[in-house]
């Protein structure tokens, strides 16, 4: 139920035309862990280019600032 929720409301969040922009359109749902970093996830995910990646994650996921909440789930490229 949690994550039904959570997808929600991060879909309610995401303007269509954030995804539109970019190119790969499938996508890895992340669920948030104690400790986690955009950098960190950048380097779990062996992005070559870890600026554009984060500014991607950021983008698709509406983030406004790179602080991130335990448990909330992340659309990652």
């Given at each position: 139920m949690y994550l039904i929720s959570s997808l929600s409301v991060i879909f309610s969040k995401l303007p269509l035309n954030s995804i539109e922009n970019i190119n790969n359109n499938e996508f890895i749902y992340y669920e948030i862990q104690k400790g986690d970093?955009?950098?960190?996830?950048?380097?779990?995910?062996?992005?070559k280019n870890k600026e554009i990646f984060i500014?991607?994650?950021?983008?698709?996921?509406?983030?406004?600032?790179?602080?991130?909440?335990?448990?909330d789930i992340?659309?990652?490229p």
């Open positions: 970093s955009l950098w960190s996830i950048a380097d779990q995910f062996n992005s500014y991607k994650i950021k983008k698709i996921n509406n983030l406004s600032n790179s602080s991130l909440v335990v448990n992340l659309l990652i």
